[in-house]
Every structure is written in structure tokens, then in C-alpha cells.
């Protein structure tokens, strides 16, 4: 679907800007936006990527107080 792609294509770059608190992490980031925007099209859900999204978070947070 072109649309789905002309709508993921800007948001992937603008969720890896946001989300991206170090810039190591930035194609990481950006790799997790245009999945969370392929998926998105694939189920016509969010709900799988914003379930990613909260396990990716707390994935990250459980390695920061771990590791620091």
C-alpha cells in the first residue's frame, strides 16, 4: 500500500529522533520505526508495537540500572 509507506517513510526518521537518547543508538532506533510502521500496516493494529514498544523500554531501563 504507497500510502502506508508515504505515511511510515517521514515517521520512522522523526521516532528514531525523538527516541534516539544517544545517538549510538540512532539506526537501532530508526531500524524499531520502520518496524513498528511495517507492522502496523501488516496487523491495522498499533497495539502489537506499542506492546514492543513497552518491552523494548523495559528492556533498556532494566540494562541501564543494571550495567550503571
Request: aromatic residues 8%.
Amino acid at each position: 500500500n504507497s500510502a502506508a509507506v508515504t505515511a511510515t517513510a517521514p515517521a520512522a526518521p522523526l521516532f528514531a529522533h525523538e527516541h534516539a537518547y544517544f545517538p549510538v543508538l540512532l539506526p537501532l532506533v530508526a531500524a524499531y520505526g520502520i518496524a513498528a510502521g511495517a507492522t502496523r500496516v501488516r496487523t491495522g493494529s498499533t497495539v502489537p508495537s506499542m506492546v514492543t514498544h513497552i518491552l523494548l523500554d523495559t528492556a533498556l531501563l532494566a540494562a541501564a540500572v543494571i550495567l550503571f
